[in-house]
């Protein structure tokens, strides 16, 4: 089931099939098929009736059940979509900012990359499970023994 937004819908308000299949850009069949998944509807009279909470509800639900939570030894897949243990299990830091980054590698089944956001206070953790490359940091320019010769620094 694609990702559709939960908050679309109104939760004080109530749909038709058709005011829904447009809310979310799908065909009224698509509604249909949401009713007989389990989304409630109002059938007591016509046009049946959904509630925009119902609507909500049934979203959040969907895009829970969906979920894979990755166990302390796993990163997320790519092309496998789920957890899967890296190949030789060897993964690469790579930061995205000073407190986070990302765990890197290559699937141990597909050879595909793999993924996990971490905070860098849990790197030493990873250092265990992982045989974790780290890159150094960039020094800077001012800071270099050997400066490049066409610079302006002096």
């Known amino acids: 089931m694609p990702k559709y937004n ?4 109104k939760i004080n308000r109530s ?6 299949a447009e809310l979310f ?8 098929a949401w009713v007989k998944n389990g989304l409630h509807c109002l059938k007591d009279k016509r046009p049946y009736l959904i509630l925009g909470s119902d609507v909500k509800a049934y979203l ?9 939570r990755c ?7 790519m092309r496998c979509r789920q957890p899967t243990k890296p190949a ?3 993964v690469e830091y790579i930061p995205v900012s000073i407190t986070k980054g990302r765990l890197t590698g290559f699937c141990s089944v597909c050879e595909g990359v793999v993924n996990q956001f971490v905070g860098v206070a849990s790197l030493g953790r990873y250092a265990v499970l992982f045989d974790l490359s780290v890159p150094k940091e960039l020094e ?3 800071e270099s ?10």
């Not at 749909?15 to 829904?20: A, G, Q």
């Not at 850009?25 to 249909?32: D, Q």
């Open 25 to 32: 850009g799908v065909h009224k069949n698509t509604i249909a």
């Open 145 to 154: 023994k050997k400066p490049l010769v066409n610079s302006d620094f002096q």
């Open 140 to 142: 800077h320019i001012r």
């Open 6 to 9: 939960p908050n679309r819908a």
């Open 60 to 68: 959040q639900q969907q895009r829970r059940q969906q979920k894979k």
């Open 71 to 77: 166990k302390q030894d796993e990163l997320y897949c």
């Open 15 to 20: 749909y038709t099939f058709e005011e829904l």
């Open 88 to 90: 030789e299990n060897f």
